[in-house]
Structure formats: C-alpha cells, structure tokens
C-alpha cells in the first residue's frame, strides 16, 4: 500500500510542477525589493510527500521502508500553518517477537512555523504535531499467518523542513521528523488454539521511536 501511496504521491509532485512551469513568469519589480521572490504561506494549502521511515520497536532497530502520504492545512498569516497529514510507511524489523514486516500509519494533528527570512523563495519552517500510531503487521503463531493490530497514545514529535518555492504558490517541500512513542494496546485475530478460533485483546506497553525523511510537494490554491 505505501508503495503505491509513493506512486501517486510522486505523479501528483510532477503534475503539480509541470502545471506551475506553464503559468507567465512575472516581471521583476524596479524597487530596491527586486530580488525577493514572491511565496505564500497564507490560506488554504496541500501537500503530497514520499520518502523512507526507521526506526525501532521495543529497542529493537528495523531496517526502514518506504512512506507516503497527504496534508491539508491553513496558514492564518507568513508564519503560522495548522495542518492535519496521514502517512503510510512498510518497514522491516530485525527482531520483534516474529513480527517480520510492520505497516504502520501516523495521523499528525500540528502546526508548522515557518521562519521569516528577507529571501522568501527558500522557507525554513519547524514542525510540531501530536500523533497517533496504527501498526498493522503479519505474526507467524503456531504455524498460523495472523494480522495483529497495535494502538498508541497521542504522542509528540518535532521536525524541520525547507520548502523550496517554484512559484509563488507551489513549493518543493523537504522534511526530517522524529517522534518517540509506545504501544499501549494489541490486538491479534484469528490465532487457532486446538480447534477453536481465538480472539485476545491486551495492554502492554512497547517502547516505539519513528523518524520520517520526506520529499513532496506543497501548493496553495489561489
């Protein structure tokens, strides 16, 4: 699924750019401004991204995979930006209890301080959100392929990025995040125990460290 999310995140990004290439370049002005490339960080915005996740699982390093996902949010002015974002990342992990391949989802609630700078073309900004972890994975039991089901408490995370502006409204967004976190709730299915179908449901508490690199696009719609 993410890798698919990573196809249609990179052809949105090279839509988007090739509309932009095709809007009338505007005059530079004669004031003593004139080097100032215009960009907008207010009103209505949207961003696609893709790129890879790591991280570790009850201290236990995985190798990483790819990501993908979208965000919608608002700029109230040049700095401010609330946003919400899901993301898709597949990630292998070396060892944690036979779970193999972790699929995993974040839905970020945050808010995005963009940094002022006289040169408005490259946008520094900070990244601050709560999130949510939704793993989903694969367990060998008894022989028996099962889909577990892990759950987390709201978390925070904090991350930095640079939006890169080819116009006025469109921008190549750059992004490092970093978020600690810990698996409070399991769910695992269909785990056959003798001849009868279990269902166990538990609390536990998985230490959990995710760090997200993302590549994407951002675009304010005028």
């Known amino acids: 699924m993410a890798l698919r999310l990573a196809f249609w995140s990179a052809l949105l990004c090279l839509v988007s750019v090739v ?17 100032i490339h215009r960009s907008t960080t207010k009103g209505w915005g949207f961003g696609f991204d893709a790129g890879g996740a790591t991280g570790s699982f009850d201290n236990q390093p995985s190798d990483g995979g790819p990501l993908a996902g979208a965000r919608v949010g608002y700029g109230f002015n040049r700095i401010v930006t609330l946003y919400a974002a899901a993301y898709e990342a597949d990630v292998k992990v ?29 946008v520094p900004y900070a990244d601050l959100a709560l999130f949510c972890f939704r793993p989903v994975s694969d367990v060998q039991e008894n022989g028996t392929k099962t889909t577990s089901n892990f759950g987390s408490l709201p978390s925070g995370s904090l ?56 590549i994407g696009i951002s675009w304010w719609p005028k």
């Open 94 to 122: 070396r060892k944690f209890d036979g779970f193999d391949e972790v699929s995993y989802g974040h839905i970020d609630y945050g808010m995005r301080l963009h940094l002022p700078n006289r040169s408005r073309r490259w």
């Open 159 to 214: 991350g930095f990025g640079l939006a890169v502006y080819l116009t006025e409204s469109r921008a190549l967004d750059v992004k490092f995040k970093g978020e600690n976190s810990a698996f409070n709730d399991v769910e695992i299915g269909n785990i056959s125990t003798g001849a009868a179908v279990d269902h166990t449901h538990t609390f536990v508490d998985i230490p959990t460290k995710s760090d997200r690199f993302t």
């Open 19 to 35: 509309d932009g290439s095709t809007e009338p370049v505007a005059q530079p002005s004669t004031t003593q401004h004139s080097g």
